[in-house]
């Protein structure tokens, strides 16, 4: 989990340089997110994770914290395993 963790504090830390996100700080609310982003996020888990982001996946509760986030990479990496 801190694995993940980090590695989405990096990539977000790019896109909100003046502002260090708390784990639970929900990232739309901030006013710093645009439909680019939500995109850009969405690639870099598909490919950091090797996970797929489905059209049923697109729930902003899914990606609203960094805590949300590491859940739901958790979850479809653990379907993946189950497989």
Not at 19 to 35: A, K, P, Q, R
Not at 55 to 80: A, G, H, P, Q, R
């Given at each position: 989990?801190?694995?993940?963790?980090?590695?989405?504090?990096?990539?977000?830390?790019?896109?909100?340089?003046?502002?260090?996100?708390?784990?639970?700080?929900?990232?739309?609310?901030?006013?710093?997110?645009?439909?680019?982003?939500?995109?850009?996020?969405?690639?870099?888990?598909?490919?950091?994770?090797?996970?797929?982001?489905?059209?049923?996946?697109?729930?902003?509760?899914?990606f609203k914290t960094i805590n949300s986030t590491v859940s739901f990479i958790e979850s479809k990496m653990n379907l993946v395993e189950a497989k």
């Amino acid at each position: 989990m801190e694995e993940i963790k980090g590695k989405i504090k990096v990539f977000l830390s790019r896109f909100f340089r003046k502002h260090e996100l708390g784990d639970d700080e929900n990232i739309f609310e901030l006013g710093f997110v645009n439909s680019l982003f939500a995109m850009q996020l969405i690639m870099f888990l598909e490919k950091e994770f090797s996970i797929r982001v489905e059209n049923k996946d697109m729930d902003l509760n899914n990606f609203k914290t960094i805590n949300s986030t590491v859940s739901f990479i958790e979850s479809k990496m653990n379907l993946v395993e189950a497989k």
